[in-house]
């Protein structure tokens, strides 16, 4: 999967948007070190991975909400894993800015959410531990890099402060099991 995974987020990214490729690639790489706590979900994390920002491709943006327009594609154009799907489609909380795009029971009733909260919660840390140009970086440095860039009064600047507790919890959980060596859930 993580081949075919690599392959398609390349054709949709590198080309037009090499910075958020960069960033993809890279979160896929900080994946690849959450192997051992993922067990079977390793493959499934790191494809997830490299894809949560296909939707910002210009062809495929469609609602302006990428995570929505990223699993709309894997769905219609790949026949994508229903899992892989519903990762991308609902990574880094994005059902919080879903609410924001009043988009909320769309993203929900199409994509639920995926009640696996170990590769939920790795997604996250793998995204919000990647900074744009792909070095790794603190959680905190990637939420305020993400407001410094958006802003604070801009849809996403009003989303990533609600989800800053939910996003900052979660990478904090992954770095608790990496610190006592966690095994596969």
Known sequence: MLAWATRVAEVELSTELPRRWAHSRS??????TLAS????DADLLQAAAVLHD???APRLARTGFHPLDGGRFLRAEH???DALVR???NHSCALLEADERGLRTTLEQEFPLLDRPLLVDALIYCDMTTTPTGAVTTVNARLEEILDRYGEDSVV?????RAAPELTEAVVRIDARLATGGSPM
Do not use: S
């Not at 979160?27 to 690849?32: G, H, I, P």
């Not at 600047?157 to 402060?161: L, P, Q, V």
């Open 87 to 89: 990762l991308v489609a």
């Open 37 to 40: 706590l993922l067990g079977a």
């Open 79 to 81: 026949g994508a894993d």
């Open 27 to 32: 979160v896929a790489a900080q994946a690849a």
């Open 54 to 56: 296909v939707g910002y």
């Open 157 to 161: 600047g009003r989303f990533i402060r």
